[in-house]
């Protein structure tokens, strides 16, 4: 049998809790350990987890003062005993079968197996439900399964050798796209991804959840930015098809950090700015839309001015 460490990082989500926690205590593969770790919830998280440790010996609890959802999956993954690690968020339940799925499928860790998922009921992912080796496959492997867009650590049947061997952990320096990063960190050590045809995981969007209402630097954006262009010198793909999909979701992680920052003063956003400006290469350029092309001019020239004027009233009227 194939030990599971199931690691919930949990902050003041005590509505949802029970739901999250029975769903796996449900699992019709009982070999886990489960990992609840309470990032210093001003609710009564603490008090429920505390109740299901007395109830169940395959419970650990873990209670902390708040430092962030990166460095509390960070302990889950120190903590663990089991050879496989599965994470779930703590407002977000799993199907009873959900274990079960991945060890059914199960070959090797050289392979990260990864289900769908049904948000409010709905699966909305489009992937292709085969292996894929990750280096040689690598263009269809992204373009495919649009693979940027779903780097979230649920859903995913990880090695904890493969972490632990290669120092892959959550950067607690990072509170944006640090899901993304974990992901693409892992994929470099694996030989294949295989997607599953079943969604047994349920994922809830919770409007007040920390994920949803956030606000993230420059530096947040820039970092992500800067892993996925490593990616794409990693895979020293030339596939254009590629090109247009990576290139197209880094823009997208440019503009959002800037549009998440123009209230910054001027010497404060161009100070930030520094780091997209210089990171810049003429594939951006090349490879984005008019209104993109406008964005790359004014960061490369470090025009803030203009650009903040350009991004809240041009772009806008253009996009219309």
Not at 293 to 302: F, Q, V
Request: net charge neutral; aromatic share 14%.
């Amino acid at each position: 049998m194939l030990l599971i460490s199931v690691i919930i990082p949990i902050y003041n989500t005590a509505l949802y809790l029970e739901k999250c926690i029975e769903s796996v205590i449900a699992q019709s593969y009982s070999d886990f350990e489960l990992i609840l770790i309470n990032d210093g919830s001003t609710d009564n998280s603490g008090e429920i987890i505390e109740y299901y440790s007395k109830k169940d010996s395959r419970i650990i609890v873990i209670q902390k003062t708040n430092t962030g959802v990166s460095d509390t999956r960070n302990i889950g993954i120190r903590s663990a005993k089991g050879e496989a690690i599965c994470f779930i968020d703590s407002d977000d339940w799993i199907d009873n079968d959900y274990l079960e799925v991945f060890i059914k499928n199960f070959q090797d860790h050289d392979t990260l197996l990864i289900q769908n998922i049904k948000r409010n009921g709905e699966v909305k992912n489009k992937y292709i439900y085969r292996s894929y080796n990750v280096y040689d496959e690598f263009d269809n492997l992204f373009t495919d399964n649009e693979l940027l867009y779903s780097g979230g650590p649920v859903a995913k049947f990880y090695c904890k050798s493969i972490l632990l061997d290669h120092n892959i952990f959550f950067d607690n320096n990072v509170s944006y796209g640090e899901d993304l990063i974990f992901f693409l960190d892992y994929i470099k050590h694996i030989k294949f991804i295989q997607f599953l045809n079943i969604a047994k995981y349920n994922y809830i969007h919770n409007t007040n959840s920390l994920s949803t209402n956030r606000n993230y630097s420059l530096n947040n954006y820039a970092i992500v930015h800067e892993k996925i262009m490593k990616l794409i010198d990693w895979s020293k793909s030339k596939n254009q098809k590629t090109l247009n999909y990576v290139f197209s979701v880094d823009w997208d992680i440019i503009e959002s950090g800037i549009d998440q920052n123009l209230h910054l003063p001027n010497n404060k956003i161009k100070q930030e700015l520094f780091c997209f400006s210089r990171s810049l290469n003429k594939k951006h350029f090349h490879l984005a839309n008019f209104n993109r092309k406008i964005i790359y001019l004014l960061l490369k020239t470090r025009n803030i001015f203009l650009l903040k004027f350009y991004k809240s009233t041009l772009a806008v009227l253009i996009k219309k």
